[in-house]
């Protein structure tokens, strides 16, 4: 984990109305105004800590700048004390003489961009020498280092979305097949037969014969086709919701920080603390490494170690077997010459003494 290095950025300009240009600039690169400051050098300056008109000069900005004794001198010598000694003069006369300098509190990834915008707005060159020298009228000053430890945790942030699992497409078309049937179809059909005849003619041959004539009509039947459409089947196409409960089981990461005192330089954090007492891990280490030869300095540690984690409040509650990947991880760490295998046994032996669930000796 880096430490974040912060330094103090400070520009004077002739007038609070370029200060404050260059300070909503600032702004909108995300620059907080907590970490901006306005100072007037004239005789009716306003500061956030004074009482005239506050809101003309610092537009909401962040305080005035930090009481220092001295006051803006002495402020000015404790931000350029490591530098030339007249630096820090060359600023305060800029500001004696009613200019307004505007102060950044920036983080080191910051300074060179907050510097770029402070020089698009020109701000007065307090260095005789800048010009030649090719220096920025921006001045920056290690004040107020610090570290800053940043600790992230991870959120869990489960969400839903439909996604296509397939489906069906159904066709319809017309088709035509051939289809054939028999049907008996009658006919008529004239015939005439001329017979020869040898007998006397009577009066009806004679009433018969007169002028007349004889129609006889031919019929036939022909095949009528005919259509009649049914239904005969319906296809229904739907579709149906059901839900269902699904376990989403994922890791998120938090970064934790462990305070720990350090011990003097003649005791361990162990022999300081008047409740611990090695007696029964000697007698373990005798039971379970004695026939080894070893020394008991040398599983010591481990057993220390043990005993430490197991009071942690980090791990109050949990069980060894949860968190000795944890261990493992934090004891290669701090004791990287020594092995976990080889003292996991008596780490583990440290743990249950003060969880209470001490094993036999050997188990």
Do not use: C
């Not at 820090?88 to 770029?116: C, M, P, T």
């Not at 430890?149 to 397939?166: F, S």
């Not at 934790?256 to 300081?272: L, R």
């Amino acid at each position: 984990m880096t430490p974040t290095q912060q330094s103090t950025i400070i520009a004077i300009f002739p007038d609070a109305s370029t200060a404050q240009a260059a300070a909503r600039d600032l702004l909108s690169i995300g620059v907080s105004r907590e970490n901006m400051y306005l100072e007037s050098g004239r005789a009716d300056r306003t500061t956030t800590s004074g009482t005239k008109n506050t809101s003309q000069t610092n537009e909401g900005l962040g305080t005035s700048m930090p009481e220092h004794q001295g006051g803006v001198g002495g402020w000015f010598k404790s931000l350029f004390g490591g530098e030339d000694e007249t630096t820090g003069q060359r600023y305060q006369e800029a500001v004696s003489r009613g200019n307004v300098v505007l102060s950044v509190h920036a983080r080191e990834d910051q300074q060179e961009q907050i510097a770029d915008v402070l020089e698009r707005h020109h701000p007065i060159d307090v260095e005789e020498n800048a010009e030649s020298t090719g220096k920025r009228n921006v001045g920056t000053a290690a004040a107020n280092t610090g570290t800053a430890i940043p600790v992230v945790e991870e959120e869990l942030q489960i969400g839903k979305r439909r996604v296509l699992r397939g489906g069906i497409r159904v066709y319809s078309r017309v088709v035509e097949r051939p289809v054939e049937e028999s049907i008996n179809l009658t006919e008529d059909h004239v015939r005439v037969d001329r017979r020869p005849a040898d007998r006397p003619a009577t009066e009806a041959d004679f009433r018969s014969g007169k002028n007349g004539a004889i129609e006889v009509q031919e019929f036939a039947e022909e095949a009528v086709v005919g259509k009649t459409a049914r239904v005969v089947e319906e296809v229904h196409v739907g579709k149906e919701t059901t839900q269902r409960t699904e376990n989403v089981r994922d890791s998120v990461r938090r970064t934790e920080v462990d305070v720990e005192p350090i011990a003097s330089s003649n005791k361990s954090s162990m022999e300081a603390n008047t409740d611990y007492d090695d007696s029964d891990f000697r007698k373990d280490f005798q039971t379970r490494y004695g026939a080894s030869g070893a020394s008991y300095d040398t599983y010591a540690p481990a057993y220390r170690y043990g005993y430490e984690m197991g009071g942690n409040p980090r791990y109050q509650g949990r069980s060894y077997d949860e968190v000795e990947s944890q261990l493992r991880s934090d004891y290669a760490g701090r004791y990287p010459n020594s092995t976990w295998e080889k003292m996991k046994d008596s780490v583990r032996y440290g743990w249950d003494k003060v969880t209470g669930r001490s094993r036999a000796a050997g188990r």
